[in-house]
């Protein structure tokens, strides 16, 4: 079992920036792929990063491309997501996923992650 807390959430007005961390517990953190999801009211829950379980591999939604940044610090446990010039479009709630499964192309898919965590809000205001 992995559980997953995310954290840095919040409001932030139009073209600002945010990072949002992923700790991670239950499970040796290098053995495990990451992801980023997002739900805004009334939509399904999109993709918008992942990165493998080294860190060496990174894909990007195309609405992430060039203004997000995926991380992973293995000895600190902990993925991030620096989120800059966001838009109003960017606000949902934001989760972290995690798999511990061996993916030849990281998945894109919220079905192939295993472990969720509960979500943070971020908020982009005009």
């Known amino acids: 079992q992995v559980q997953l807390v995310e954290s840095g959430g919040g409001l932030v007005q139009n073209g600002g920036s945010l990072r949002l961390s992923c700790a991670a517990s239950?499970?040796?953190?290098?053995?495990?792929?990451m992801g980023w999801f997002r739900q805004a009211p009334g939509k399904e829950r999109e993709f918008v990063a992942a990165?493998?379980?080294?860190?060496?591999?990174?894909v990007y939604a195309d609405s992430s491309k060039g203004r997000f940044t995926v991380s992973k610090d293995n000895a600190k446990n902990t993925a991030y997501l620096q989120m800059n010039s966001l838009e109003l479009e960017d606000t949902a709630v934001y989760y972290c996923?995690?798999?511990?499964?061996?993916?030849?192309?990281?998945?894109?898919?919220?079905?192939?992650?295993?472990?969720w965590g509960q979500g943070t809000q971020v908020i982009v205001s005009s």
């Open positions: 996923a995690a798999s511990g499964r061996t993916m030849t192309i990281l998945s894109r898919s919220p079905r192939g992650y295993e472990y």
């Open positions: 239950g499970r040796t953190f290098s053995t495990i792929s």
């Open positions: 990165i493998s379980r080294s860190g060496t591999t990174i």
